[in-house]
């Protein structure tokens, strides 16, 4: 049974060199996946491979149904999670096309269905959180990062907003006195329900653009975003392959 999947986020709707076996579509109780599930080949391992916006990129990062994706790579097997992740830029150092394994996260999230502990008839759990993490997995990216020569910032904290919409300058400026180093929309409630879980979970983030008000101030623009995707995300699979 294949143990490993990868949530893909924005420039990830696919993954190319990944040599698909085969597709399911599945259900859980808590409704239906971003997707069907793709099981397939790449580098020397069998990967499941799940784009949380959908294959057409058609879903809002607030929209995503976080417990349904979760639940079914449970369902199918799946034991370690890596969710990749475009984000902002805002410790300085963290410019476009770096990549950053997050340490820690600060959720600024709101209204998502973010739990398995909610079911009526079921006890209420507190997972513990401090390290939202897996220290295992972390460890294992560390080192097919320094296997392949990428160079990875692995002390980030990861501050998640609600999106869609980019922050303003103000709310950048907030987040960095927070403590956060980057910036992204969908790193919540993913990390914590992979924990509720048991699954071992990190992010593999792409620096896409300065965070709103940083880089010279100019506007975030979608023609640098995607250029910068293309070179983080060459690092990024250098990164998956070496797993
Ligand atoms: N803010 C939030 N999410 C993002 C950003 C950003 O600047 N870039 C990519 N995802």
């Given at each position: 049974?294949?143990?490993?999947?990868?949530?893909?986020?924005?420039?990830?709707?696919?993954?190319?060199?990944?040599?698909?076996?085969?597709?399911?579509?599945?259900?859980?109780?808590?409704?239906?996946?971003?997707?069907?599930?793709?099981?397939?080949?790449?580098?020397?391992?069998?990967?499941?491979?799940?784009?949380?916006?959908?294959?057409?990129?058609?879903?809002?990062?607030?929209?995503?149904?976080?417990?349904?994706?979760?639940?079914?790579?449970?369902?199918?097997?799946?034991?370690?999670?890596?969710?990749?992740?475009?984000?902002?830029?805002?410790?300085?150092?963290?410019?476009?096309?770096?990549?950053?394994?997050?340490?820690?996260?600060?959720?600024?999230?709101?209204?998502?269905?973010?739990?398995?502990?909610?079911?009526?008839?079921?006890?209420v759990?507190?997972?513990?959180f401090?390290q939202?993490?897996?220290?295992?997995?972390?460890?294992?990216?560390?080192?097919?990062?320094?296997?392949?020569?990428?160079?990875?910032?692995?002390?980030?904290?990861?501050?998640?907003?609600?999106?869609?919409?980019?922050?303003?300058?103000?709310?950048?400026?907030?987040?960095?006195?927070?403590?956060?180093?980057?910036?992204?929309?969908?790193?919540?409630?993913?990390?914590?329900?992979?924990?509720?879980?048991?699954?071992?979970y990190?992010?593999?983030?792409?620096?896409?653009?300065?965070?709103?008000?940083?880089?010279?101030?100019?506007?975030?623009?979608?023609?640098?975003?995607?250029?910068?995707?293309?070179?983080?995300?060459?690092?990024?699979m250098?990164i998956?392959?070496?797993?």
């Amino acid at each position: 049974m294949t143990s490993l999947a990868l949530i893909g986020g924005t420039g990830f709707d696919r993954l190319v060199g990944l040599e698909v076996a085969r597709q399911e579509a599945v259900k859980t109780p808590y409704g239906e996946p971003s997707g069907p599930l793709l099981f397939g080949r790449l580098g020397e391992r069998e990967w499941v491979f799940l784009p949380r916006h959908g294959a057409g990129h058609t879903i809002a990062p607030h929209q995503i149904n976080y417990r349904a994706n979760i639940r079914a790579l449970k369902d199918a097997g799946v034991t370690r999670v890596i969710g990749l992740a475009a984000v902002g830029g805002i410790a300085a150092g963290l410019t476009p096309g770096r990549v950053v394994l997050p340490e820690q996260i600060i959720d600024y999230t709101w209204g998502r269905a973010h739990t398995f502990f909610d079911s009526p008839d079921a006890a209420v759990k507190h997972i513990e959180f401090a390290q939202p993490y897996s220290a295992p997995l972390r460890a294992k990216i560390i080192a097919a990062a320094e296997a392949g020569g990428v160079e990875l910032a692995s002390e980030a904290v990861y501050a998640v907003t609600q999106g869609p919409r980019l922050e303003t300058a103000a709310e950048i400026d907030r987040l960095e006195r927070d403590g956060a180093s980057i910036v992204g929309m969908t790193g919540m409630p993913e990390a914590a329900l992979a924990r509720e879980a048991g699954m071992d979970y990190a992010t593999l983030a792409i620096v896409v653009n300065p965070a709103a008000g940083r880089g010279g101030g100019g506007e975030i623009n979608m023609e640098t975003i995607a250029e910068n995707l293309e070179v983080g995300g060459a690092k990024v699979m250098e990164i998956i392959t070496r797993l």
